[in-house]
């Protein structure tokens, strides 16, 4: 289990023990924490699970491929630390993981 913490537009923090080898969106469904909708499963087909990276945490992931990045073309307000919750994968190497909602998903 990693601990993610999810920032909602607003404010709102929801720290979440994600088991390892889920994505982030995942764990954010299980854990119903509002702001991620994940309507696709995962699949990278719809951007409603964008989210903004904390500063320092960018660098640590798996670097975006072309279908992602094509994918937060659909996204609301997206900007240089945007990603798709989906294309996350959770591991031990992100302890303390800290992503925020915008404020609102397409």
């Given amino acids: 289990m990693t601990?993610?913490?999810y920032?909602?537009?607003?404010g709102t923090e929801h720290v979440v023990?994600?088991?390892?080898?889920?994505?982030?969106?995942?764990?954010?469904?299980r854990y119903t924490?509002?702001?991620i909708d994940g309507d696709c499963g995962g699949a990278c087909a719809c951007a409603t699970c964008h989210v903004y990276v904390?500063?320092?945490?960018?660098?640590?992931l798996a670097p975006m491929n072309e279908l992602e990045r094509d994918m937060l073309d659909f996204?609301?307000?997206?900007k240089d630390n945007s990603r798709l919750a989906c294309?996350?994968?959770v591991s031990p190497a992100l302890e303390g993981l800290v992503v925020r909602t915008p404020?609102?998903?397409y």
């Fill in 3 to 5: 601990k993610i913490t």
């Fill in 7 to 10: 920032i909602e537009n607003e």
């Fill in 17 to 29: 023990d994600v088991p390892d080898g889920l994505s982030v969106m995942e764990g954010a469904v």
């Fill in 33 to 35: 924490v509002p702001g």
């Fill in 54 to 60: 904390e500063n320092g945490w960018m660098e640590k």
């Fill in 75 to 78: 996204a609301f307000d997206v």
């Fill in 87 to 89: 294309q996350i994968k």
């Fill in 103 to 105: 404020a609102r998903q």
